[in-house]
């Protein structure tokens, strides 16, 4: 069991820690780039609406 700590006082965890399988995460440059290229290529305005007040991005 596993002790936590807040603010000075001790708490016991209850339950054990759930066994998780990992997932490795990659990063590619290239699909990164090339999506921003088509966001930055495209000439759309984003169009926002906060408490009934429209702006543009």
């Known amino acids: 069991m596993t ?28 699909v990164y780039t090339n999506r921003m290229d088509d966001v930055s290529s495209s000439n759309e305005k984003a169009e926002l609406n906060y408490r009934g007040v429209n702006y543009t991005k």
């Open 3 to 30: 002790t936590l700590t807040y603010r000075g006082k001790n708490y016991v965890q209850n339950k054990e820690a759930a066994k998780k399988q990992l997932v490795e995460l990659t990063y590619r440059r290239n």
